[in-house]
């Protein structure tokens, strides 16, 4: 189904997307609709999220066919995330695909979001292609994949606890930032200095050597309490207001370069000339030129734009296509699973 117009849906977290891309990589409609309703409690609310969502994915959809200007008896394909991700959202997704699908007699399939996020990039730049070496950091998920083709992963590492994004966005709450706390925190960091509060760097040590159990792992809650009880330290000596820069900056600096030490030793060991990004933590920049900054020269690094490296139902439809040029289809018993396995993965 190279020439197939396809209709994908993203309802994984809070956001609720629709794309529709024709041909292999013509984005011919992509809506976003993002929710401003968790910022009060400094994180997604689920209920909440699945609530809101099925208020507008009918609206969402609509709009990214007005853009197209096609039908929804125009559509060859539909696509849906199927998990990973919040149980009530993800349904909110899927069922609705699978109505529409069954009410047209289409096929769809149900994709696997983190594979999606490998498929960003290589819709603005077609040489984000395997092989490739993958971080996708998001705030459900951190992991480092050595990409050796669409649809054949070698997991290297991936966080012990927290998600990367997760981290950032509770380091955000502790100092008083906004939710989402990635952006937040890169804005915070840009007046402050990172050598003020100079965190350790987890999950690095000197003596590491390829084949140890945590040679690319990586875990940020002890950083997260290492921030924590610094906080605390300066809110007892009332000089904690006037620190949040700096913290922010030493946070994220010992955040960045857990990211780049890992990804950049997965690419002197899978002999790599990309790496690819992805997820919501993709678009801090100070992340993204940390690792260009230690490649070799005629390495590249690939990040998909905001809109793109964000929850999207553009790289949906990417990953999708390729699903289903090789034949692959869901039935009608396709459930949502917040846990769904990513498909390839060795």
């Not at 977290?13 to 968790?38: F, K, N, R």
């Not at 999220?49 to 039908?71: H, K, N, P």
């Not at 998600?163 to 509770?170: I, L, P, S, Y």
């Not at 060991?269 to 070799?296: F, K, P, Y």
Request: glycine share 10%; hydrophobic share 45%; with cysteine.
């Amino acid at each position: 189904m190279t020439d197939a117009t396809i209709l994908a849906v993203e309802t994984s977290c809070d956001d609720t997307s629709a794309a529709v891309l024709s041909g292999e990589d013509e984005l011919l409609g992509h809506v976003i609709a993002t929710q401003d309703l968790h910022g009060d409690y400094g994180g997604v609310v689920p209920e909440i999220a699945s609530r809101a969502q099925l208020q507008v994915i009918d609206s969402v959809v609509g709009q990214a066919l007005a853009e197209a200007g096609i039908d929804l008896s125009d559509v060859d394909a539909f696509a849906v995330t199927a998990g990973p991700g919040l149980i009530g959202s993800l349904l909110v997704g899927v069922n609705w695909v699978k109505a529409a699908a069954f009410s047209l007699g289409r096929p769809f399939i149900g994709v696997h979001h983190m594979e999606a996020h490998l498929f960003a990039s290589v819709l603005e730049d077609p040489r984000a292609r395997p092989p490739f070496i993958a971080l996708l950091v998001s705030g459900g998920h951190t992991l480092l994949l050595h990409v050796r083709d669409w649809g054949d992963y070698r997991l290297l590492g991936q966080t012990r606890d927290d998600a990367a994004g997760e981290a950032f966005d509770k380091v955000a709450r502790l100092l008083g930032l906004d939710y989402p706390g990635g952006p937040a925190i890169e804005k915070a960091a840009r007046e402050g200095d990172s050598r003020r509060h100079p965190f350790p760097v987890p999950m690095v040590r000197g003596n590491q050597r390829a084949g140890d159990v945590d040679y690319f792992d990586m875990s940020f809650s002890g950083l997260k309490t290492a921030v924590l009880m610094r906080v605390r330290e300066l809110e007892s000596e009332g000089r904690l207001q006037e620190e949040v820069p700096h913290l922010a900056a030493a946070f994220q600096a010992a955040a960045v370069e857990q990211l780049t030490v890992k990804t950049v030793r997965a690419v002197a060991e899978m002999d790599s000339q990309r790496v690819v990004l992805g997820g919501g933590v993709a678009r801090n920049r100070s992340l993204a030129r940390s690792i260009e900054d230690r490649l070799a020269p005629g390495q590249i690094v690939f990040v998909p734009s905001p809109r793109l490296a964000t929850d999207n139902a553009a790289m949906v439809a990417k990953a999708a296509r390729f699903r289903l040029a090789r034949g692959e289809r869901s039935g009608l018993d396709l459930n949502a699973r917040a846990d769904l396995p990513m498909p390839g993965v060795t």
